[in-house]
């Protein structure tokens, strides 16, 4: 029922909006487009946070693998030794392994998360950078959406009329006071 009455009541909004506006001679809204990821790969401060997540990530996985060697050292020494064990030893070194084959799994995914969360934390001050002079040059060409050219490899748009819609990539990283590799840029335009 609240569904249908908010549906309803958007319809009706959106109605009184266009027959409000039929009137008002339409203004053109100002799209622009950039390429964010082809400008953060450009950052040399991107670079510098990447080869710090590398360190980390392999000094994690240094301390993980030697959990597991470990690990796996006890499971062969407890396979030699299972036979001359009890039943009620051999039950209880079982669940001793199972442990602590949790415990490190528990860990190897805790590391992960303390990576991404360090790699989202170091990206912060990147992300704003980039925003704020997304912001600048939206503001200065008066456009009033910009608008990310993909997503990883996903293109977002899929076709741009170069007459109405501005790529403003290359006046972003300007601004940031870095330069664009021109064959990246040329393909984000298409």
């Excluded at 995914?109 to 002079?133: C, H, T, Y």
């Excluded at 993909?150 to 741009?160: H, K, N, S």
Aim: aromatic share 6%.
């Amino acid at each position: 029922m609240y569904k249908r009455f908010f549906s309803l009541a958007l319809v009706a909004l959106f109605g009184l909006s266009v027959w409000g506006n039929a009137g008002v001679q339409a203004q053109a809204t100002k799209i622009g487009f950039t390429d964010h990821e082809v400008i953060i790969a450009s950052m040399p401060e991107y670079g510098a946070i990447q080869q710090q997540l590398q360190q980390e990530y392999l000094a994690a996985q240094q301390a993980l693998q030697s959990l597991a060697e470990e690990f796996q050292s006890d499971v062969e020494e407890y396979q030699v030794q299972q036979r001359l064990l009890t039943e009620e030893r051999r039950a209880a070194k079982e669940k001793e392994l199972g442990e602590r084959q949790q415990e490190l799994q528990a860990a190897a995914a805790k590391k992960d998360e303390d990576l991404s969360g360090m790699e989202a934390e170091l990206m912060q001050p990147i992300f704003e950078q980039v925003q704020e002079a997304i912001d600048k040059v939206a503001l200065s060409h008066g456009l009033d959406v910009v608008i990310r050219h993909r997503v990883g490899v996903q293109p977002v748009i899929l076709y741009v009329n170069p007459e109405t819609v501005k790529d403003i990539t290359i006046e972003v990283a300007k601004q940031l006071g870095i330069e664009v590799p021109d064959e990246e840029t040329a393909t984000a335009s298409q």
